[in-house]
Nanobody, 127 residues
């Protein structure tokens, strides 16, 4: 059974930090690139960051570049993807989702098509 489970969301003041985690199991996620997305109330879901299967390549939305860092731990049975969020702003408030793209080998991180999604975790940044 495929499972992507996010955690680590919460309420934080502007300028603060949070670290999101996504535990992925049920597929060979260690071979897949993965990403983070977010959706604010009344807005469309938007891309935040992506990481290659090895962690050697990353890609960020301009809005979070320099503030957020994506990383991963390819353990044997469960892959964990992290999103370290620093210098948070009220406009970062959203539900954050992790996702996986079932492709292997060399891929273009900006062009990934994600198939597997988590249920999301709420991040609220107060001003």
């Amino acid at each position: 059974q495929v499972q992507l489970v996010e955690s680590g969301g919460g309420l934080v003041q502007a300028g603060g930090s949070l670290r999101l985690s996504c535990a992925a199991s049920g597929r060979t996620f260690s071979s897949y690139p993965m990403g983070w997305f977010r959706q604010a109330p009344g807005k469309e879901r938007e891309f935040v960051a992506a990481i290659s299967w090895s962690g050697g390549a990353t890609y960020y939305a301009d809005s979070v570049k320099g503030r957020f860092t994506i990383s991963r731990d390819n353990a044997k049975n469960t892959v964990t993807v992290y999103l370290q969020m620093n210098s948070l702003k009220p406009e970062d408030t959203a539900v954050y989702y992790c996702a996986a793209a079932p492709v292997v080998g060399l891929v273009s991180l900006p062009d990934l098509r994600y198939r597997y999604w988590g249920q999301g975790t709420q991040v609220t940044v107060s001003s």
